[in-house]
């Protein structure tokens, strides 16, 4: 159980267009998602927190109105990187909370999604 | 602001030997620790976890780690590795039990010779 799925897992895109990344819990309801990016030979850096029917919470430093997060339902929450340039380039990686857990401490990470921008 | 370094980039052990992967962390009150697991193709998971009480933790898949308040340390082992043991780990930690608020370190790469 527990299961986080992402999609695309690999996504080539042009410079100056969107892509949307997509962070599904598979098997269990998710009030509360994470978005972290990961770069080369480095650590997770965590972008943004979404719950469930509100707006996400971005981390310092990160840009609200380029990585566009949407948790619309309990299953599913979508990362959009607008007017992409070669510099967004990374591996973005999510993660999802149980609605039930009472464990803040509690996540499940999905396999990531190798985003290219050309 | 909280800190983990993981000082080995890159270790190779064979298999059935011991392993102990390091982590130092730089925090001033009470941290919350963490390790996880990051196979390719995967998604990071969760070996194990400190938050208080015995200092010594045991995680699944046979990994335990230790808290050393005095060397600001929380060092992974296993005492004998597996040949799936092969992957990215990853050392947190963080300001209280919201995992998803962590800093993480930037990872220790295994290789596991046969």
């Known amino acids: 159980g527990a299961v986080v799925s992402q999609h695309p897992s690999r996504v080539i895109c042009k410079s100056g267009t969107s892509v949307k990344i997509e962070c599904r819990s598979l098997?269990?309801?998710?009030?509360?998602m994470f978005w972290y990016r990961q770069f080369p030979k480095k650590s997770l850096m965590l972008m943004a927190t979404s719950n469930e029917g509100s707006k996400a919470t971005y981390e310092q430093g990160v840009e609200k109105d380029k990585f566009l997060i949407n948790h619309a339902s309990l299953t599913l929450s979508t990362l959009t990187v607008t007017s992409a340039h070669p510099e967004d380039s990374s591996f973005y990686i999510c993660?999802?909370?149980?609605?039930?857990?009472?464990?803040?401490?509690?996540?499940?990470f999905g396999p990531g999604t190798r985003l290219t921008v050309t | 602001a909280q800190s983990v370094t993981q000082p080995d980039i890159h270790i190779t052990v064979s298999e059935g030997a011991s392993l102990e992967l390091r982590c130092n962390y730089s925090y001033g009150a009470t941290p919350y620790l963490f390790w996880y697991v990051q196979s390719p193709g995967q998604g990071l998971q969760l070996l194990l976890k400190y938050f208080s009480g015995d200092t010594l933790v045991q995680g699944i898949k046979g990994f335990e780690a230790e808290f050393k308040r005095s060397q600001s340390s929380f060092n992974l082992r296993k005492p004998s590795v597996h040949w799936s043991d092969a992957a990215e780990y990853f050392c947190a930690v963080g300001a209280d039990t919201n995992a998803g608020k962590s800093t993480f370190g930037d990872g220790t790469t295994l290789t596991v010779k046969p």
């Open positions: 098997d269990f309801q998710a009030t509360t």
């Open positions: 993660s999802a909370r149980p609605g039930t857990s009472g464990r803040v401490y509690e996540q499940y």
